[in-house]
């Protein structure tokens, strides 16, 4: 008997108990060599005082087993605690969720018979940094961060998964017609990388029309690759069409760690009823088979739920007369599945591994980064202020101005509102004003200091600064409409 594979686990919270001993029921009896060390994380260590929502003991459990298969938790909404997800995705470098989306028509209705797609998501960078805030009494900010080596990780590791997993095709999706720098660079990477696997088709679509496109016609898509926002709304929207959310596990890939779930939430209200669908957190646990090489049972497994599928055992969330044959709760649903081990579906495909299917890329290594000559060109300083109109506030601004540096403009939610702004335009007590040489010159740090000491001297209060820089003379940084 091969040595057990030590995991860590996390029952979590809501029906995440209850799930997790499905999966687990089903793990055992499909014989998993699994050596289970449980840790508690989420809501009850949160309660308990400890902010981090995750005990040093617990972290220990994860850098030693370096596997963890973990339950929903709770994460509050508008307030109160950080994500434990996305702190343990950062904390643990678990850079690639990947997340299947398949459809089991006609088991499990659906409009979309044929949807078979991967979703390859960012999982560190984006907006999830949950950097914020509060500017102004009526201004909030959250940055928005993607890197160069952030996003050529995650593109070629989605190149990487198509070409081990036989997949035809990897589209990209950006809102890069608007944000020409953040998703601009992923985009610009996605076609460097592309470049590298010319046997693998490769696609660009603005988020917004392509998310549209895989709603309506998802056969038209293979793997997907998405910086992290749109790849976590866009995932649940491939899970729900396939006929449930409640049916799609995920992986969470790192260099060194691994964390395997679904992709659903907690679900307080659905807690300790017995109605919960396993299926999402027992397709992560396959997930999990094939990564620590334990294929055999991954494919057991997967076809005895398959199986189950077939046979019209189903929970609530996806049961449907006519189709179904048994509405069954959580624990009847592994058992169900338990009794079909050794079963292979009659008409679904059958599952089969290969080992690599969820391997990193032995070729992960940032891409050259050619030297630029960077040159500072201004500054944006943004302002708390109520005090009267965008005219005044340009005429009191341009007074200020110091040592070479002069006033180009003031802008309000993006929007240029001096010179020259529009009397219809929305402003609120946080502007951006920006200051550059009058030549176009290369200015120091000192002059910026010695700005923003005459900008406090005038009675504003300033509430940020952001550099304005040049790459080989090419303005790096956004912008003035109209110009």
Known sequence: MSAKTPITVAYGDGIGPEIMS???????????????????????????????????????????????????????QGGGYKSLNVTTRT???????????????????????VMDVVIVRENEEDVYGGIEYQQTHQMTQALKLISRPGSERIIRYAFEYARRNNRRKVTCFTKDNILKLTDGLFHKMFDEIAKEYPEIEHEHWIVDIGAAKLADTPESFDVLVLPNLYGDILSDVAAQITGSVGLAGSAN??????????????????????????????????????????????????????????????????FREGTSKQKVGTKEFAAAVIARLGEKPQHLKPASYKDVALEKSPSFKTMATDPRKKALVGVDVYLDWSEGTAEELGSALSRVSANGLELKAILNRGSRVWPKGLPETLCTDQWRCRFQAKDGAEISHAQIAELLQRVAAAGFDFIQTESLCTFDGRP????????
């Open 253 to 318: 890939i790192g260099e060194i760690c691994s964390m395997f779930e679904a992709i659903h939430g907690s679900a307080p209200r659905r807690a300790g009823q017995n109605i919960a669908n396993p299926s999402g957190l027992m397709l992560g646990s396959i997930m999990m088979l094939v990564h620590v090489r334990q294929t055999d049972v991954a494919a057991r497994f997967h076809n005895a739920w398959l199986r189950t599928i077939e046979d019209g055992i189903h929970t609530y969330d996806i």
């Open 91 to 113: 904390a643990l470098g678990l850079y690639a969720n990947v997340r299947p989306c398949v459809s089991y028509a006609p088991y499990v209705q659906t409009k979309h018979p």
């Open 476 to 483: 790096e940084f956004s912008g003035i409409p109209g110009e």
């Open 22 to 76: 499905a999966t687990l029921d089903v793990l055992n009896a499909a014989g998993a060599q699994l050596d289970i060390e449980v840790i508690e994380v989420g809501e009850k260590v949160y309660l308990a005082g400890n902010p981090a929502g995750i005990a040093a003991s617990a972290w220990e459990s994860l850098r030693r087993t370096k596997v963890f298969l973990k339950a929903p938790i709770t994460t509050p």
